[in-house]
């Protein structure tokens, strides 16, 4: 498996680089795990979008989803290269208005997924935790054999992440804040996140929603300090990790 990071940030896209949205490939399969802003243009600096096998979405905020309406669009304006009839786009049923809006007549297909079996997408088993936001969202581990990927998507932080995680190839992260961030919050800390992936025994760490005006480098050194030998690197635009 092949993970290529097409945004990174948390809430909106700054400077050029775009929001959340990842490119998972495995042979001759393209999974676009969200679609944030600025996420379809830099897809197409690496594969054709009509290239796309699905779409997989954590939750329905727009810094996950701002890009798919135009992916949709891109499908319905040129339905002679597409790979597929219809864009098959995986999303959760707790939001009946925005799941509804994943069907596009001719185009584009919602399926639903829950957390309560599992979902295969061609080579791939994709599992989810429902977690702690103000919306419905859910973190998503994606499975081959014995090699795995944990997306935490957004979340504060709990407990049941650590199981989730458990002993995964690669654990991408909601790292929204420093480690001295208090008060209620919808997304986990450097520390927090250092500790989850400390605690859940993961062979790499990436950090990622980053938040727009903290030095990242400060961000990466507070979650590597908790995250002890675990590696740790930081999202940015054009990362390529293999699994």
């Known amino acids: 498996m092949l993970i290529t990071v097409l945004g990174f940030y948390g809430g909106y896209p700054y400077k050029g680089q775009g929001t959340s949205g990842y490119l998972l490939q495995d042979g001759d399969q393209n999974i676009l795990i969200d679609c944030g802003s600025g996420v379809l243009n830099e897809l197409s600096n690496y594969i054709d979008p009509l290239q796309l096998d699905a779409v997989v979405l954590s939750h329905y905020h727009h810094d996950h989803t701002a890009d798919l309406g135009v992916l949709q669009y891109n499908w319905q304006l040129d339905p002679q290269n597409r790979k597929h009839d219809v864009l098959p786009i995986y999303g959760h049923t707790q939001d009946f208005v925005n799941f509804a809006q994943l069907t596009m007549d001719g185009v584009s297909k919602g399926i639903a997924y829950n957390d309560y079996e599992s979902t295969e997408i061609g080579s791939l088993k994709f599992e989810f935790l429902r977690t702690i936001h103000p919306v419905p969202a859910y973190a998503i581990k994606i499975t081959k054999g014995d090699e795995s990927i944990v997306?935490?998507?957004?979340?504060?932080?709990?407990?049941?992440?650590?199981?989730?995680?458990?002993?995964?190839?690669?654990?991408?992260?909601?790292?929204?804040?420093?480690?001295?961030?208090?008060?209620?919050?919808?997304?986990?800390?450097?520390?927090?996140?250092?500790?989850?992936?400390?605690?859940?025994?993961?062979?790499?760490?990436?950090?990622?929603?980053?938040?727009?005006?903290?030095?990242?480098?400060?961000?990466?050194?507070?979650?590597?300090?908790?995250?002890?030998?675990?590696p740790t690197i930081h999202a940015f635009t054009g990362l390529e990790v293999e699994i």
Not at 163 to 175: C, E, R, S, V
Not at 181 to 194: D, L, N, R
Not at 208 to 226: A, F, G, W
């Open 151 to 230: 997306y935490t998507s957004d979340t504060a932080y709990f407990d049941g992440l650590v199981d989730f995680a458990k002993g995964t190839d690669l654990l991408i992260t909601d790292t929204n804040f420093p480690e001295d961030k208090t008060g209620k919050i919808w997304h986990m800390t450097t520390k927090e996140t250092g500790e989850l992936a400390k605690a859940a025994q993961v062979k790499r760490l990436m950090i990622s929603h980053l938040p727009q005006k903290v030095d990242v480098e400060q961000m990466l050194k507070e979650t590597q300090q908790y995250a002890e030998n675990i």
